[in-house]
């Protein structure tokens, strides 16, 4: 089954207490990326990968780390974890392709809690 | 910056077509309009895409003006687990998806 699989799915946290989110896909996608959602403000991208070894910034990048050594992992690292990075996180794979069908698979979710 | 704008929420009638729509006025020629929802705190998921055409699936329909400036997802006899926020995106090249805050429709039985 085509899936993209985080974990772990509920996380509390202490404030400075380095931690990192994993996100796996099955499906040999390209892109990866993470985003953030917190009420009201909908989905903000984290960061995103176009490939192995090929990472950038989205629209909120601070305090967050990713790296991209496999075409299936996509980690998210939280270096310094600060109450404001409490939110529900998600991580969602596709193909690199700029024309036709495109669409992105996300995972079930990551609810952070840093106290 | 978000690129779609869209009604903050909506309700409708079980049973009834739910019509939500969107305007991306600032939408180029190559740019594809997706739609996906979000069903309590779950991932988003894929509904239908589409470029310049309308287009239908087993979801849903998706109507786009002839401008590009503007669009329509129907689910055509809305039920209980249509409720949801539902996200118009424009996709720009490179893959990047920008969600707004969507429009949370709420099927009243």
């Known amino acids: 089954e085509a899936q993209v699989t985080q974990n772990p799915r509920y996380l509390i946290t202490v404030t400075g207490k380095k931690l990192t989110v994993t996100c796996s896909q099955n499906?040999?996608?390209?892109?990866m990326s993470w985003y953030r959602q917190d009420p009201g403000l909908g989905l903000r991208q984290i960061y995103y990968?176009?490939?192995?070894?090929?990472?950038d910034k989205g629209d909120v990048p601070e305090g967050y780390k990713v790296s991209r050594k496999e075409k299936r992992n996509f980690p998210l690292i939280l270096e310094s974890p600060s109450p404001n990075q409490t939110s529900l996180y998600f991580c969602?794979?596709?193909?690199?392709?700029?024309?036709?069908?495109?669409?992105?698979?996300f995972g079930q979710g990551t609810r952070l809690t840093v106290v | 910056d978000a690129k779609t704008t869209q009604p903050p929420s909506m309700d409708c009638a079980e049973g009834r077509a739910a019509n939500l729509p969107c305007n991306h006025s600032?939408?180029?020629?190559?740019?594809?309009v997706y739609w996906y929802r979000q069903i309590h705190s779950q991932g988003p998921q894929y509904i239908i895409h589409?470029?310049?055409n309308n287009e239908t699936n087993e979801m849903a329909s998706l109507i786009i003006t002839e401008d590009r400036k503007s669009s329509t997802l129907i689910l055509p006899h809305a039920t209980l687990r249509d409720t949801a926020v539902y996200y118009c995106?424009?996709?720009?090249?490179?893959?990047?998806?920008?969600f707004g805050t969507g429009t949370s429709l709420t099927v009243i039985p």
């Open positions: 969602a794979s596709s193909l690199y392709r700029t024309e036709g069908r495109n669409e992105a698979f």
């Open positions: 990968s176009m490939n192995v070894e090929v990472t």
């Open positions: 600032t939408i180029s020629g190559n740019e594809y």
């Open positions: 589409g470029l310049k």
């Open positions: 499906m040999n996608h390209e892109y």
């Open positions: 995106i424009v996709r720009e090249s490179g893959n990047q998806f920008y």
